[in-house]
Each structure stands twice: as C-alpha cells, then as structure tokens.
C-alpha cells in the first residue's frame, strides 16, 4: 500500500526541505526579513543662533503654546424678573436634554432641582452663550475667565446671577444648526456672574454681558507640543529624555509621540505659571555632557557682558542648565550692569540658591531698576519666608503700580499684612462671593479692584476711614448709604432682587473696610437675631464707592 501525503505531511516534508537546504547548523531566519534602513544621524540645525545654540528651541517649534478657545450655551439664575428664555431651537434642546441629565443625577443624590421646562422659562433665567480660552499647557482642572452672554432679546441684565454648570466645546467660527452643540467637552463653567460697573458700554447695553471670574475649569490635560524642523526619532527621542531628566522621570512629562513632536506636561511645579515652563524647558540643553555644558556656560557669560545682550533668554538656559551652574554665575550677583546682576540672580533663586535673594531683593527695592517689578513678582512666586521683609516696605510707597504688585506677592506668599476675608453667595454658600484683603500699610489709602481672574477688594489701610457726610444712592436704588454727621455710623440699606422689598437698616462703623463687610456679608441673623450684612453680589459692591476714595480696577 502506498502511504497517502495528506497536508501535515507534506508541510513536515517542506520543512525538512528547508532546513536541509540552508544547513543544521545555522538557524537564522533573518534573511526573508524586510531590512529596517538605519536612520541617519540628526541634521545640523537650520538656525545658527549663537545663543540658543544646542538648546532644544533650536530643533523644535513650540505648539499648541497659545490659549484655546471654547464655547457653550448655559442657563444664569437669580435675576429677578429680568431673564429670558429665547434660545435658538437647537440650543433650547439641547439645554434641555443637558440639564435633565444634571437634575436627574442631582435628584439622586437628595438634591432639589425644579422642573427644567419651568426653569428655562423663568423670567429669573436666561440662556446663554459661554466663551472662553482654555490656557495654554493646562492640566485637569486649570481655572480660567468665562464670558457669559445673554441670547435672545428677552432678557434685561445678567449682573448678579448665578451661572449653572455648563459645558465648553471647541470653538468653531462656521458651526451652525446641531454643529453649535456638538464636539467634545474640553472644559465646564459654573459660578457668579460680574458685570463691570466702570464700562461705559455694558450700562449703556443693560449688562447683558458678564465675566465669570475663573469660572471655567479644564476638563483634559493640554500639553504643549515641541514639533521638530527636522524630523527623526533618534532626535525626538533624545529631547524625550532631557526633559524627562531635568524635570520628572516619575511621572514623565515628555513623551516622543513620533519623528515629527514629542508631547509634553506641565510639571505640577509650573502649574501656576505653564507659559514660564514652556519657556524653561524650550532653553535646555539637549546634550548634557559636562565638557559641553561647561564651554557653553562660559559662552554665554561672555555674551551677557556684551551691549544687548538677550539676557532673558541667558538667564533661562543657565536655569536649564540646573544647580551645576551655580559657582560659575554667582560672581554675576554683584555685577556693575544691574541688568546682567539682576538675570543672573533670577537664574540662582530659581535653582533655590540662597545668595541670589539679596540680588533680586535689591533690584525690587532699586528705584528706576528697569527690572524692579520683575523682581518683585520674582520674590512673590519664590515662596520664601523672608520675602516678605523685603516687599512690605514697598506696599508703603508712592509708586501705585509697585505698591499693588508688592501687594499681589505678598497675597502669594500668604504673609500676615495681608488679612483675608470670604464672603459666601447668598443663592450658592459653597462658592465665593467675593474676597477682601485688608493691606496693613502706612501708605496712602488705596482701593483696588480685580476684574480678572478672582472677584477681589483690597484695601490698603486696616482703618481706612469713609468721610461723612455723605449720601449715596444706587442709581437703579439697589443700595443707599448714608451718614448725617462725622459723629454718625453709616446707615446701610438695599433693595432685594427677588422680592423687590427693602432689606433691614444696618448701622455700620465709618470705615471702608466695615462698609465693605456690611455690603457683601449673608443676610443672616447672628444669635442675637441682628442682621450683619446685605449679601450684594461683587458688581454692586465695587460699585458703591466712597466719594473721595478712587478705586483702581486692574487690567
């Protein structure tokens, strides 16, 4: 009998075939393999910039470094009877099917929520348009300004309410129709609503425009992006690892996504300031090697004795450079050119050398120093104890500009002259009102006033005193302040939103602080059954201002 070839059979012949073919002795296989070519050596920069020579912003672009603009459509509550429900019909759906599924979950945790349909016609409502950027080299979380607007034409004036969560989505110019709503949610607002009581424009529109003051929060990490001029994954790698080592092996923070970008995080030590990391980390030198660091740091001390010098730019590839720089800068500390001292010095208090802080303290004390009020947010952001010493003197001067920065560096820093006080929302106690800070100083008196980023008074002058007499009156009769005498407390009373009725009279001390405290304080009754405050929202407080005081606003 013939024996039968059946598959297996024949595929254990082939294989028996081969390995004699190609001999016992040696089993490699490679030679069917596709060949992977050897990638070439990294190009030479295209730039030839003598400063930045070696560094990684010499290889790559900085992407994705600008801030990202996100839109939403919300609901804002509290308005009394100046709201209005008219939307697009795509966007009134759309808040319905949203805030049902908020309700719905708030229901199930023992939260109230009214009825969406009822709310959305409320006249203490009204829809909105959300806008705002997403900062560049954001985490989850980060905190951003929101713009809200009323849509429509229904509802009056936005100032005082209360913005409810509300989803961000990329921003798209051409959107229209479901395009208005769709995409993914980059970020969520939520919070109370400031109109600017100095713009000329909101009152003449009737504030149908507010800001909600870090209302917004990243929803997503945005990193930056460092695409290569030259891709290659030899150099996209070794970018990869010098970031990894001079800033966070755990986690890492540079990852080289391909030949063309590697992707990069903020290090949570950046994260107040990711633009100065961006900056930082685009300046560091991809080759490490000490011989190399070492001639590049000479280079570069000769070139910052040099007129013109681009001594920022010096400053931050010394700080790349990391501690090992430190001998060789220090004797730039007490440099003849207040400038080269000065970025020097930055370098060294960054890398937490001690012997910099005298430099950079004497440069914020330095008057006409062109670098004084770098210095004195320098000394804010050092966290140092013994800043404080150095920035209070400047609270005290004549210099309105160094006295508000020393301020904001001394807030930074928490120190004792600069006393806090929150003030909860009378329709939402878990969030801020608004704050005030008391700024011991022997200055004149000053009252400033943010409208970015936190809805915050400072007054300069634990006891700056409100001048009677005096009579004020909203101009819609919302407050009235009153005082008949130099001997005479303050009388405080408003009008309340919700029931349009006058509140109880308080009899208040005649200091702006006091004043402040009565105005923005819940209307709640202590345990003596006497009423502290009015509960104002922040637009109406800045807006009350005692004659004779000038209340500066920032940027």
Known sequence: ?????????????????????????????????????????????????????????????????????????????GLGDRGGGDAPTVVREYLVDYLSREAASARSSGR??????????????????????????????????VQVEALGTQAQSLEGGVLLQAELKQWDASATGTGLIGGRT??????????????????????????????????????????LEEPSYTMARRI????????????KIAIAQSQGFVQVRTPPA??????????????????NAPALVGRRLQELIGEAGRAGARLEEISLIWEGMARTVLPQIQPLYSNSDPSVAYYAARAGLRLRDMSAFATVAATAAAPGHPQRLLAVRELGNSGLVQAGSQLLPLVNGDDQELRIAAYEALLELRHPAVRTFRFPHPLDPGATSMLLDIVSTSGKPLIYVRRTKEPRIAVFGAKMPVNPPLFYSHPQDWVTVNAKDAASDLTVFCRTRQSNRLSDTLKVPSRVDELIRALAAPPIADDNGTVKGLGLHYSLVIEVRPPGRRADADG
Not at 127 to 142: L, R
Not at 282 to 287: A, E, G, N, R, Y
């Open 1 to 77: 009998m013939r024996p039968v070839l059946t598959f297996r059979n024949a595929a254990r012949a082939a294989t028996l075939l081969l390995i004699a073919a190609i001999g016992c002795g040696d089993m490699n296989f490679d030679w069917f393999k596709k060949k992977r070519e050897p990638e070439p050596e990294p190009k030479p920069a295209a730039r030839q910039d003598p400063i930045i020579a070696g560094t990684i912003g010499e290889r790559i672009i900085v992407a994705d470094s600008q801030p990202m603009r996100v839109r939403g459509f919300g609901v804002v509550i």
């Open 112 to 145: 109230r929520w009214p009825s969406v349909q009822k709310l959305l016609d409320s006249p203490d409502t009204a829809i909105v348009g959300v806008y705002g950027f997403v900062p560049a080299g954001a985490t989850e979380g980060t905190p951003f300004d």
């Open 186 to 227: 980059l970020a969520k607002a939520r919070g109370l609503v400031f109109t600017n009581p100095f713009s000329e424009t909101e009152r003449k529109t009737g504030r149908r425009k507010g800001w909600v003051l870090s209302g917004g929060r990243a929803t997503e990490n945005r990193g930056f992006r460092f695409v």
């Open 240 to 251: 990869q690892d010098r970031l990894n080592e001079r800033f966070s092996q755990t986690p």
């Open 270 to 287: 950046y994260l107040p300031q990711p633009e100065q990391f961006a900056a930082l980390a685009s300046h560091v030198l991809i080759d």
